[in-house]
């Protein structure tokens, strides 16, 4: 049975059968009069002809669960003999921002949009888009059936458009008059409609109907050209179904926080988060908890820093978070600290928080160990906006629970793997000591309601607040459940199961026929990175379950589950990345799936044949063994001429640059190896420093490249004056020290030993229009003129390749609808940011490093950014990275799971290109038998070329292959592989 798609807003079912929820769901409908006289199109939409029309509004934000829009808008539409009639009023409490935008390009501005379709006519529409400066644009807009959710346009005429804008002091207003010969084959009773307004300052984007988007066909309202009265109920019903909703939303979030467990030893820094005691308490035997060396310890929160820090208050409230989050207890010495609480004897659940939010930049980060009973725990590295949670047992025989912090003497001391680069920086970043939010003890019986409520406590830091949350709808992905296990399965107390490898498992999954295991195998080549993975299915209550891997180089990791906004107003638990088994929660609760990976390599000088080891799980204190079985090819694969990386700039809140050799150790085992670095000449020397440490330090991990050079222009005073048409061209001086560089760069790569490196400015250029883009193009040009060696690259998509031509070696495209367009560049690299990192699909990085690099021009894929330090909640941090920080168990790094499965991606590349190598050798050869098996081998790529698009856009809206797919090509190209190799052989 294929997968449930169960949807639950907010966990209340009430609220899905609501009246008011299915007069929402029911289409808009908007009456259109005919009128005998013409209406003006000045702009003065508060006249007596317009004002006689019945104006629609209750704007809602795009996308959303029916969360009301923050300003209002109201839309009228009318016809008459030549023309139709638009009308749109909307308020802006910063009318000042509206005037003097006539320099900008539309959709920099604010924008009115109307978008028009022919009643049961999908696949083109009318699109209107008018931005405060009177700014048009006028198209037909037609889908492109192969590429969902992708569309070109035709440009309509604009001589007989009668557009007028009036800006107010409290808003703008907009009229149109559109020929009819222009709308005459959408406009009609029945016709689809939609309004959109996008506010540049602040930014939002509302429309009128709730849909995916704008051009939601199916959900977009309904023009009635009849039936006045019959309508403008239905619009009177909507409207009051909208405020009821408003109120159920608001019944529904104040569950949120409602309590389900009370604790009862419980301790936190802050004063206001419910049966939490103070955590910032000497102990006595009255008190029965507290610290028993006190001295030193000391109280900080947000709110704190925000009084001293004056100057940056509005960008640190906009991330206060709860008091439990922003409040916490620290020490800033090497010594022992010690908290106690007086619990009877028994066995315990502990669970530690520990997170601030400071100035990244300022020395704030902490190293320290927890020990428990004098025993040690885990480490902990912990900075800004990183969270950290850790869960652990501990049993209680003398009557008192003894939890010591300790803070790391070698904090101060320069990572020697990242040095030259890191040198000074860990006094830059990291304070002495220990830091911590909360502390809370469960009675082991207990731990499972007493989880449930530690997820209400820290609902804002792994969602966002409950007023927030309730403007969202949470999607799971429920299996049913199986009949019943066998015995074997029962008395283990769990059941492990498998499905094909790509497929996302969710705490909900259950096994279906024929997906029970009792081994674990997998084939691979000499030198190939290994991921096994399963789901263990909890069939009772199990604590402390041990897992590990014995006699194969292989490391147990844990999917992680982070909240993730989907669109719609709809959000899901995702597993986003893995981390280490052993910091994550060990005890696991009956009917709550554990998604577990073993991740490793084949040794490059592995023979074939097979490795052999076991799968060792310990739960009810009895160890289980389970076959592992890594079957090694006989044969070795090409490595092609592409690569997977990503944009990698200094800053972003990392722990500066005392890390980066376990970055680059992560970028070499993942196999990415193509990066973006940063260069400042403007700062001098420094920055050129920097950068050749950096180039060094990856390559002495092992990194290949290519390295390209982003060389950042002043952004006072050239890069933002430039977009904002302050100025119009690039200054003289600044210009030469862009070409000096290009120069420099160069030099590096031929005196002074460094790889390749390609100059790359002024991101994005096309996007920024004119001047921006121009100078874009002139600083290229130049750089080719004087330095015809150095390569250029920058960011193109189809409608801008054209401009800049071959002032580039290998342009970065992204918005692009066939990479073999470009087959005549030297290279051609893509960044797909939201195309690979925004899917709930982990697919989406094999398909992008496998199968299309495979039949198209495409040698390089860098998402986005590397890598940020951001939190764990989809709701307040962003998901443009490609790898994830992690503070317990020390600072590290862990790949997204569309990271990892790049890395499998580019393996499916090299299996087809060593099979296209083996075609082309047996076709040169007299072989008859051979000559054959390459026909069929060809015939074979020749398929999968044609049922692969040319372009990634075509998989962002319909999805990508399924599991199935990737693995069962995987399986027939090596089969072609093994049965050319035997013909070699043979021969």
Known sequence: MLKKLLLIFLGALSLQGSDSLEQLRVNR?????????????????????WQLLPWSGNFIVLDSLWVEAPVKTEVALAYDSKYLYLGMKMSEPQGGNLAGRGKFSIWQNDVAEFLLWKKDVKKEWLHLAVDCAGKVYFTREIDIPEMPGNYRSEELPKENLRIGVQLK???????????????????????????????RTPYSFSAWCKGNGLRDYDRNGIVRLNSQEKTILHEKQYASALQRFQEERQTVIGKFKAPVYTHKYAFSADAATPNYRPLFQSYTAENGAGWLDA???????????????????????????????????????????????????????????????????APHRRRFTVFAQGKEIKRFDVGHELYLKYDFPVTITDGKFLLTFRGDPEVLNDNPGSLPLSAGEAVKFYRPGWLINSIVATPAADRKTAAKQIAVDE????????????????????????????????????????????????????????????????????????FLNFGMLPLEDLEDVQISVKGLPLDVEESRYISKLLGGGKYTMAPLFNDKYDNTDHDFNAGENRWIWLTGRIPQDAKPGKLRGSLMITAKNVKQSYPIELEVLPFRVKEPDFAFGGYNPLGYNRPGRIYEDQLAALCLKYEMHMHVFYLDPFRGEKSWTELKNRIRLYQKNGLKGPFLIYVYLPIEKVDIPLRNHKISRIPDDVMKTMLNTAGRLLKMHREEGFPELV???????????????????????????????????????????ARIGKALDAPIVFEVDDFNVYRSYPKVYSY??????????????????????????????????????IGESGFRDGIWTMIQQRGVGGYHYMPKLCTLMGTVGQWDLRYAETLKDMISAAEKSSDSARKAAAEEAKQLLGTIRESTKPSIKYYYHSGYWQPEVFNRLREIVTEQIIKLKKLEKHK
């Open 759 to 801: 100059f790359v400015a002024m991101d994005e250029a096309h996007c920024k229009g004119d001047p921006y883009w121009s100078e874009q193009i002139r600083l290229n040009r130049e750089v080719k003129k004087l330095y015809p060696e150095l390569k250029t690259s920058a960011a193109e998509s189809d409608r801008s390749i």
């Open 295 to 361: 001295a030193g310890i000391k109280k900080g929160s947000l709110q704190e820093f925000i009084r001293e820090n004056s100057a940056h208050a509005k960008r640190f409230e906009s991330k206060a978070i709860s008091p439990l989050a922003d409040t916490y207890l620290y020490a800033e010495t090497f010594e022992d600290h010690t908290f106690r609480v007086d619990l009877p004897n028994g066995r315990y659940k502990i669970h530690i928080l520990s997170g601030l939010i400071s100035r990244e930049t």
């Open 29 to 49: 409908e908007i009456y259109c009069p005919e009128i005998k006289q013409p209406l003006p199109a000045d702009g003065k939409a508060d006249s007596a002809g």
């Open 832 to 869: 797909t940011n939201q195309y690979l990192l925004e899917p709930n699909d982990m697919n989406s990085g094999r398909m992008q490093c496998g199968w299309i690099p495979a039949t198209v021009k495409l040698n390089g894929l860098a998402p986005w950014v590397l890598y940020i330090g």
């Open 169 to 199: 002091a409290d808003g703008w207003n907009l009229t149109a008059a559109i020929p009819l010969e222009l709308v005459q084959n959408f406009l009609g009773d029945g016709s689809r409609v939609n309004f959109g307004r996008q506010r």
């Open 459 to 530: 609902l804002e830091i792994t969602h966002c607040r409950p007023e927030i949350l309730g403007n969202y709808q949470r999607v799971e992905y429920k299996d049913p459940e199986p009949k019943s296990f066998p015995e074997f399965w029962k008395k283990r107390g769990y059941a492990l199961f498998s499905r094909p490898f790509g497929s996302q498992l969710y705490p909900e999954s259950r096994p279906k026929p024929g997906e029970l295991l009792e081994k674990l195998t997998v084939k691979a080549v000499a030198g190939e990175p290994v």
